[in-house]
């Protein structure tokens, strides 16, 4: 009785493991898929986040953009003090993910850079050096 109890038990584990593992697989693939540069510049120009996340998965790095020191002695002080009481607070965020993107057949760019400015999607830049 108990040998036929953990026969089913295995039997059970194989059968959803057998099931699971394909869906697994078809998810992993659609989020390694590669592009060109125009259908990722279309695909992705202007997206959210959560669209990007969504479509490519988590990217390999991540980093806040930073307020230099003396940024406000570059750009003036008339232009710091214009509207800073009536502007929104920026938020940006880039974002990197790397063998996304080809320029030729069988050639990858190395890194593809997002720029997020407040959840959206701004600019978009190929690297082979970075």
């Known amino acids: 009785m108990i040998q036929i109890?953990?026969?089913?038990?295995?039997m059970l584990m194989i059968a959803f493991v057998a099931t699971a593992f394909p869906a697994f697989a078809a998810d992993n693939a659609s989020k390694s898929a590669t592009y060109n540069e125009?259908?990722?510049?279309?695909?992705?120009?202007?997206k959210s986040r959560k669209v990007i996340l969504e479509k490519l998965g988590t990217p390999t790095k991540k980093e806040q953009s930073v307020k230099p020191s003396n940024a406000m002695n570059v750009?003036?002080?008339?232009?710091?003090?214009g509207?800073?009481?009536t502007q929104?607070?920026?938020?940006?965020?880039m974002w990197y993910y790397n063998?996304?993107?080809?320029?030729?057949?069988?050639?990858?760019?190395k890194t593809t850079e997002l720029t997020f400015v407040n959840d959206r999607c701004m600019n978009i830049a190929f690297f082979n050096n970075k």
């Open 5 to 10: 109890k953990k026969t089913t038990m295995f």
């Open 88 to 93: 929104k607070p920026v938020n940006v965020e």
């Open 38 to 46: 125009d259908q990722f510049l279309n695909a992705f120009s202007g």
């Open 99 to 109: 063998d996304l993107v080809h320029y030729e057949p069988k050639k990858k760019y």
């Open 83 to 85: 509207d800073a009481d």
């Open 75 to 81: 750009i003036g002080p008339k232009i710091a003090a």
